[in-house]
């Protein structure tokens, strides 16, 4: 299995000093305070294994705590208008904005990522925060009107009260800030709790913003899933949970807030499958799938994962995509703006995908590239491709969530339909053709939730992101997460005379 073309580098210097650390206590009603039972978790630097900080072990009494806050704040917070919200949403990106390369820099050591995908993240949490700041004071709604003769019906649009929120750990600030703006813009109060993996840069948002919420308004715990997380969804008094994650998290919350019937948001994982036809630009698709594939080494529900491309192209297709995973830097964040992809975030997630990357060559698939773990320190694996896959086989099935991509070929356009719709997901998709009528027809055959054309893993604020089937319901971005952070109420007038 050639690795041999990726070059690994390492750091010479820390990138975040002592002082720069956020506190390690959960952050309720406007102030740090200790974890109830006096307990800490590790935060671990997924580039060599060492403890570099800790947080608090939350139980169910600090969320109990938070939820309580947060209930407290909720009926002055909705009380705001929609533009003295917006005018502090804005104030927090702007606060986002002026401390930027902390926030890299944090997210960078805590997740292991390269710091131009650090950068990214923190640009587009900025992005979210100026965009909900916007659309809270355009809403878009049924119009005032006479629907039943004689009575005039308004249609109005309220918050839900308390939201719970879990975030994961492959985008620990920016996660946060897609649940957070809209459920803020919508006049909600929430209670986060981030990933016990990646809690640095939600803690240092507290802390940087603690100014600019009223107390209680945001509150953030952390904490493992099965206490904090499972007392969070659970809760009678939070209104809805929100959850971005994996499956097994989604049924696990869906569970805890069923016996009180509240409302629940997931964002799940997924398996975008790339259909490529044989007209398609087979250069400029593999340039863009070494970014789509690899993108935070593959730790995104998004990425471009599996490949599904005609016969008649599949080899030369393959050596194009070889080719471009060849040129990869892989390396700490720390190390140098050439570092591209850097370590998956834990042990665990390491055995994870390096037993995804066993499993598959026992059933036959082939590494073309990579295959396997790097040498040296820290949870590196190096950037795959597996060709030669068999039918049904495990990798083209389930989410691996590395640094691989998996190449599969097809005869017809139908039977690329069929085997894109094969798998429990329904996150993304995209489509490869210079066919205009193709792309709009297959488009309309992948079920997923969003389909690219000739691109993929392109996102923007404006538009709504969430999946179908096993990857979740509910819509994060643009105005369908305020939708979905709100409740409408009907109030008719008998308006006869």
């Known amino acids: 299995m050639p690795t041999s073309d990726v070059r690994r580098t390492t750091a010479a210097e820390p990138l975040v000093s002592p002082a720069e650390f956020p506190p390690d206590r959960h952050f309720v009603d406007g102030a740090f305070r200790p974890a109830s039972g006096g307990g800490f978790l590790d935060v671990v630097d997924p580039c060599s294994g060492k403890t570099i900080a800790q947080t608090a072990e ?64 923190v640009e587009q949490a900025v992005d979210t925060f100026r965009f909900m700041a916007g659309a809270v004071r355009a809403p878009v709604s ?102 971005t994650g ?52 593959g730790q995104e529900c998004g990425a471009a994962c599996r490949v599904l491309v005609h016969e008649s192209v599949a080899g030369r297709f393959a050596e194009l995509l070889v080719e471009q995973v060849g040129s990869f830097v892989v390396g700490e964040p720390g190390a140098g ?52 896959v068999p039918d049904g086989a495990e990798c083209t099935r389930e989410e691996i969530f590395g640094p691989v991509v998996t190449v599969e070929t097809f005869r017809d356009e139908q039977e690329a339909v069929d085997r894109a719709n094969a798998v429990s997901y329904g996150l ?7 066919d205009a009528r193709r792309s709009h027809d297959v488009a309309a055959r992948l079920d997923a939730g969003t389909v690219w054309v000739n691109d993929h893993l392109v996102l923007a604020s404006e538009v709504p992101w969430g999946g179908f089937n096993g990857s979740g319901y509910g819509r994060d971005l643009s105005v369908y997460a305020l939708d979905d952070f709100s409740r409408t109420k009907h109030v008719m007038h008998n308006v006869t005379r």
């Open 246 to 297: 994996s499956v097994g998290s989604g049924r696990a919350v869906a569970r805890a807030a069923a016996d009180s019937l509240k409302r629940v948001h997931l964002e799940l994982g997924g398996k975008a499958p790339v259909v490529v036809f044989a007209d398609a630009d087979l250069p400029a698709a593999a340039v863009a799938l070494r970014t789509a594939g690899y993108w935070n080494s």
């Open 142 to 243: 049924a119009a005032a009107e006479q629907y039943a003769e004689g009575h005039l019906s308004l249609i109005q649009r309220e918050p839900l009260g308390v939201v719970g929120v879990v975030t994961p750990w492959n985008y620990p600030l920016l996660m946060a800030a897609w649940k957070i703006a809209p459920i803020l813009a919508a006049g909600n109060t929430l209670v986060l709790k981030p990933s016990e993996l990646t809690p640095l840069t939600t803690l240092k948002f507290a802390e940087l913003t603690d100014h600019l919420l009223p107390p209680g308004v945001f509150n953030v715990v952390t904490g493992t899933g099965p206490v904090a997380g499972a007392r969070l969804a659970g809760h009678p008094d939070v209104a809805m949970i929100a959850l």
């Open 428 to 434: 993304a998709a995209s489509v490869w053709t210079e």
């Open 337 to 388: 703006e050439e570092v591209e992809l850097g370590p998956l975030v834990s042990q665990a997630h390491f055995e994870r995908v390096t037993g995804f990357l066993e499993r598959a060559r026992a059933q036959g698939a082939r590494a073309a590239i990579g295959g396997g773990a790097l040498d040296g320190p820290g949870y590196f694996v190096a950037p795959t491709v597996l060709v030669d």
């Open 58 to 121: 939350g139980t169910a009494e600090d969320v109990d705590a938070a939820v309580q806050a947060a209930g407290a704040a909720a009926p002055g917070w909705r009380r705001r208008t929609p533009k003295q919200r917006s005018e502090i949403l804005h104030r927090i990106a702007d606060r986002i904005a002026a401390r930027a390369d902390l926030f890299a820099r944090l997210e960078a050591v805590d997740t292991g990522k390269p710091m131009a995908v650090a950068r990214d993240d």
